[in-house]
């Protein structure tokens, strides 16, 4: 298992420490999931430490009544989704993972997690920056909702996610634009016949 890549998408800003890398590749273990596979968060491993070390990923949310979904966010290879499992978003939903294709995550078990914080101290700014790599897409997904139309949301969405538009459901895609799917389809006939 190359635990490599894990360490060079955590240590983008503050340095990791000798220590912290050993300690990390000691504890870091592998789960691998099938296309079209899905976990429900409160069910699974993941932690805010989990890294999407090979595939793709749709994080949405399910009505319990009715299983009808809500995109929220996609993911891709080197990514660190930052899920909390116990999350809620809304009573009577539950958040979900599913993997748009073969996916590699790595982990590090929850009861290292304290012994990150405890045992070194550049990880708790470690994971401030992730945590802000993070706030800083939400907020960009959230401008380009609101500033771009139609057309230029699925332009950008081809840009930003050009592997998830060929393997994730087109039903998902406009979801997650917020657009109606009838107006995805008609855009992806616009956009073939460039």
């Known amino acids: 298992m190359d635990k490599e890549k894990f360490l060079q998408q955590m240590g983008g800003g503050p340095a990791v420490s000798v220590g912290l890398a050993a300690y990390i590749r000691y504890v870091l273990y592998e789960e691998k999931f099938h296309a079209k596979e899905r976990i429900y968060l409160d069910m699974s491993e993941l932690n805010t430490l989990s890294f999407l070390y090979k595939g793709s990923a749709r994080l949405y949310l399910e009505q319990e009544d009715s299983s009808e979904e809500n995109t ?29 294709e073969d996916s590699t995550l790595q982990l590090i078990p929850d009861k290292h997690i304290h ?53 994730c459901e087109q039903k998902k895609i406009a979801g997650f634009l917020g657009i109606d799917p009838k107006t995805l389809s008609r855009l992806r006939g616009k956009n073939s016949r460039w």
């Open 115 to 167: 012994n990150l914080y405890k045992l070194f101290r550049e990880f708790h700014q470690i994971q401030i920056k992730l945590n802000a790599g993070l706030i800083r897409k939400m907020f960009l997904l959230q401008l380009k909702r609101n500033q771009l139309n139609a057309e230029e949301r699925y332009d950008q969405f081809l840009k930003d996610y050009p592997k998830i538009a060929l393997v």
């Open 72 to 100: 929220i966010m996609f993911y891709l290879e080197g990514d660190f989704p930052l899920i909390e499992r116990a999350m809620e978003i809304y009573p009577g939903t539950k958040l979900a993972l599913e993997f748009l």
